[in-house]
Nanobody
Framework: QVQLVESGGGSVQAGGSLRLSCSAS????????GVWFRQAPGKGREGVAG???????TYADSAKGRFTISKDNAKKTLFLQMDSLKPEDTGMYSC????????????????????WGQGTQVTVSA
C-alpha cells in the first residue's frame, strides 16, 4: 500500500517562498508521476503542477514562472518550490501519484491518480 505524506506548509507573507515535500512509502515505481493540487477555502480543487515518468513538467497558468515541481526518484519524494507567493495561493496543498504516465498534464484535472496525501496548509498574508 502506498502512502503519501506532505510537509513544508506554513504561513508566509506575500512575496515569500515555501518548499513543500511529499514523501512516498510502499510499493511505488521510482519514475512515478506526481501532481500537486491545492484547494482554497470555498473553492474547488485545482491542479497546480505535475511531473511525468520522463521528468517532463507541466504547470497551471497560475503557477507558471513562480512554482517549480521536482522529484527525487531514489527517495520517492516530490517537491514543490513556491516563490513570489501571493495571498491567492493560500490553501490546502496535497500531492497525488500514479505509477506511470507519459504526460502529467491530463492528471491536473484530478483523474487517473491512484494515491493521495492528506495535505499541508499554506497561508499567505498580504
Amino acid at each position: 500500500q502506498v502512502q503519501l505524506v506532505e510537509s513544508g506548509g506554513g504561513s508566509v507573507q506575500a512575496g515569500g517562498s515555501l518548499r513543500l515535500s511529499c514523501s512516498a512509502s510502499g510499493y511505488l515505481l521510482n519514475n512515478y508521476c506526481g501532481v500537486w493540487f491545492r484547494q482554497a477555502p470555498g473553492k474547488g480543487r485545482e491542479g497546480v503542477a505535475g511531473v511525468d515518468s520522463y521528468g517532463g513538467t507541466t504547470y497551471a497558468d497560475s503557477a507558471k514562472g513562480r512554482f517549480t515541481i521536482s522529484k527525487d526518484n531514489a527517495k520517492k519524494t516530490l517537491f514543490l518550490q513556491m516563490d513570489s507567493l501571493k495571498p491567492e495561493d493560500t490553501g490546502m496543498y496535497s500531492c497525488a501519484a500514479v505509477m506511470w504516465c507519459a504526460d502529467a498534464q491530463p492528471l491536473l484535472g484530478g483523474h487517473g491518480l491512484d494515491y493521495w496525501g492528506q495535505g499541508t496548509q499554506v497561508t499567505v498574508s498580504a
